[in-house]
Structure formats: C-alpha cells, structure tokens
C-alpha cells in the first residue's frame, strides 16, 4: 500500500520520507502496557535522568557560538565527537537534537537522545529549547513561541557549528532530531534548509511533534483549565503518585487519584509550572514588568492569581502577541514544513507520534504518509520501554 501511494504522489513528492523497512518492522511489534493517556506520559519521564554525561561513549564538551540575535551571549551546544581507540577525532555523521520545549541543552532528555544516537556512531550536538530559562537567559530579540524566528535562529546554529566541524573534515552527513516542540522545530529547520547550500542531507526524525501550533495551544490550555484545582497547591501534593507509577513494572493498573494526579503531573509539572518559570525570567530579563505582584510577589494574592491562571494563550498575549497568528497560519502547521522536506531528496522524514497525545486532536496524523502512529503512549511516553532503545539500534 505504501508503494501504490508513493506512485500517486510521484508527480509532486519523492517517497524517501518514511522509515525504512527494518525500522517499520520493528515498529509494528510496538505494546505499551499502559492505557491512560496521563500515566503513559509520566512513565516516560520515569526513565531519564539515568543517562549521564560522564557515562556517553565519548567526551561532552561545551561548544560556544556567537550570534548577533543573542545579547547575553555565546549561545551553548553540548557537543560529542566520536573518537577511535587512539583519542583519534573520526570523520562521522552529525545528529543535531533539538529537545522539547522548556528543555535546555543537559536535561534528561537531551541526554537520552545524545547516548541512544551516540552508541551508534554518530556525533552528537544537542542545543537549547527557545522556551527554556537559560534560552530566555541569553536576551534574544526572537518573538516567543514564533515557529520562523525561533527555527531561523536554530539554523543559524546549526549552520554555524556544521561549517565548523566539515571546516575540520569530521562530518559525513547531517541529521535532525527532534522531541515535541523540538520535533516542530527540526522540521522548521529542515524545510529552511533548502538552497543550493544545503548542510542537512540526512535524516529528519519528530518524535511526538505537535501537528498543529494553533491547536496544541488551545489542546494544552483546555488541559491547564481542567487540572486547576492542582495549580495553587504546588508539587509536593503530587510527589508520592509519581513515585508509584515510576516503581511499577508490572500490573499497569492504578486507582483513580493516582489517573488524576498523572494528569496533573503531565499538565502542571510538564508545562503550566515551566511556562511560569519562563515567564518571570523572561519579564525580569527584558525589564517588562508585566507581572503583577510588585517586589513583594509571595505575598500578592495577585501575583498567585496570576500563576494559577497562566496558559500559553495568556502568556503570548502579554509577551508576545504577533506570535499568535503566525501559530493559525500555515508556518504553523507541521504538513507546510513536511511538504517542502519531501520535495528535497537529500532528506528523509520520519515521524513516530501517539493517537492520544494529548498536543494533538486524535487521527491528526492519519493522513500523513510520513508518520507511523501507535495507538497509545501518551506525550512521548513509548520512551519508557525497550521496543523505543532498540528502535536506534535499527534505524541508526
């Protein structure tokens, strides 16, 4: 079936953008043993925090790149380079990970991501999610949440640490990969990259990417809007439920506190109480004073008024409101930035995603010849089991 659609598509698309045959083989025999949306996306973020720095199969460094859209600057990449037995630098591909939002470039994420493409040979540079503090840190001029200015900005980068690293003759080939707002932006990236001067010539991989900005908004503030019981109580109330579903092996079966308190670790810890953060740093560093509270915040009723109602819709009101209708528009649409990757044959895109992540309306990505979807694992939560390591081994 998939060679009958590529044949209709012929006319307008190559048909390069899908996993190859041994990944979907290995992809079929996907079984997540947890069924609610919430705990999946919890179990994932379980795993992490295992992955070090110290232990990947070559040395990180801290790579610093001047950018004049940076005022706090230079702009930091973690970076591996695979060496031979000698401590001989190899000529190798390069994987790009772009992490997801509020991730900078050492979180448990990241870190993951570094070591499951390093074991297979790869360099490895990981860069900082725009959402992110120490992104917000930096004092760019970009608009927040801005899919063109933030993916410009990232290709800049990109482009920047490549002419590098081939300058120094230890790139093969250049890959993308990218987790949920990561992901949007790899293809940002990749759809940018389009000239006759080209650096990305490998693979594009989204994991979990939203399918559109517009309505991930709108799906995650309706989400914020129903955990808000939670949002004034802080994390520690949570605390002991994340523990039991992190411990459990086996029998997937909780009780209904612990379903409401995963949604309200998945919602609250994962976005609402990292978009807050984001947001006071971002309004102390630009000087906006758009925060209520004054200098005595702990003790506003409206300064907590405030945090207990904060949503992304609110918050690009306040911070960045010319983002918004570029989010409705087509620049926020992932399928404008995967047609334009599919008529460049130097890419392959490969997207894997969940029918019920919670970004996206459920059969968003039926339509879409480059992704292969799993009926469930949450947001991003299929990282938890072994069927997502081995998946490296085989499409790397």
Known sequence: ???????????????QSYWDENSLAHLKKYDYPIENTFISSVYGICQEERYKFKEMPSSVHDVYIENDKIENGPYPVKLLIQKNKMGIQLKS????????????????????????????????AILTDPWSKEFVQLKTNLAVGDPLDEGGF??????????????????????????????????????????????????????????????????????????????????VVLLGSFARICKRKDNFIFSNKISRHAHALSIGLGFQFALRSVASEYNEIHQLDLIPGGKNKMFSKKYHEWKKNLNFENFLKDFSPRTLPILWSKFGEFDYWARKIQTDPSKVLRVLTSNDDFLNENNAWREQEYAYVVPRGGHYGFRAITWYEDLFRIAY
Do not use: W
């Not at 991730?103 to 993951?112: C, D, K, V």
């Open 154 to 235: 990232n290709y800049e980068i990109i482009k920047d640490l490549v002419g590098q690293l081939k300058n120094a003759n230890l790139v093969t080939s250049v890959h993308l990969v990218g987790v949920s707002h990561g992901a949007f932006l790899s293809v940002v990236v990749a759809g940018l990259d389009q000239d006759d001067a080209r650096i990305i010539d490998g693979t594009v991989t989204a994991f979990s990417p939203p399918h559109h900005l517009g309505k991930t908004m709108q799906n995650l503030d309706r989400e914020i809007s129903e955990i808000k019981s939670y949002l004034g109580k802080g994390v």
């Open 1 to 15: 079936m998939k060679y009958i659609k590529c044949f209709i598509l012929l006319l307008s698309l190559n048909c």
């Open 93 to 124: 591909p390069l994987t790009i990970v772009m992490p997801g939002a509020f991730n900078n470039n050492s979180s448990g994420l990241a870190r993951r991501l570094m070591y499951e493409i390093s074991m297979e040979g790869h360099h490895v």
